[in-house]
Nanobody, 125 residues
Framework: QVNLVESGGGLVQPGGSLTLSCTVS????????MGWFRQAPGQEREFVAA????????AYSDSVKGRFAISKDAAKKTVYLQMNRLRPDDTAAYYC??????????????????WGLGTQVTVSS
């Protein structure tokens, strides 16, 4: 059983920054892959970033590469998404997800078995 709680969303002006946090409650995190997805109204949930808990390898969508950074703090059992140079099209509900590390692509929702409730990010002037 894995429980995920996101925090850190809010309203920010274009060009600004936000850091999202995802606190993970699980017996062991070693064999998990952690992901961030986002979903705008009327659109499908899309991959943003992922990190492998055991070796800290990362993956990003093309739309956020170079602007966003995913990281983890093992002691705090927390995954972060640092978002810089935010744009209006980054506006969405952001979801933290976890799943057992497998051969499934981390860019698909099928790779994840647990999801947080989401936190809203709005980029607007």
């Amino acid at each position: 059983q894995v429980n995920l709680v996101e925090s850190g969303g809010g309203l920010v002006q274009p060009g600004g920054s936000l850091t999202l946090s995802c606190t993970v409650s699980a017996r062991t995190l070693r064999f998990l892959t952690m992901g961030w997805f986002r979903q705008a109204p009327g659109q499908e949930r899309e991959f943003v970033a992922a990190i492998w808990w055991d070796n800290s390898s990362t993956a990003y969508s093309d739309s956020v590469k170079g602007r966003f950074a995913i990281s983890k703090d093992a002691a705090k059992k927390t995954v972060y998404l640092q978002m810089n140079r935010l744009r209006p099209d980054d506006t969405a509900a952001y979801y933290c997800a976890s799943g057992p590390t497998s051969t499934l692509s981390v860019r698909t929702t099928r790779a994840y078995s647990s999801w947080g409730l989401g936190t809203q990010v709005t980029v607007s002037s």
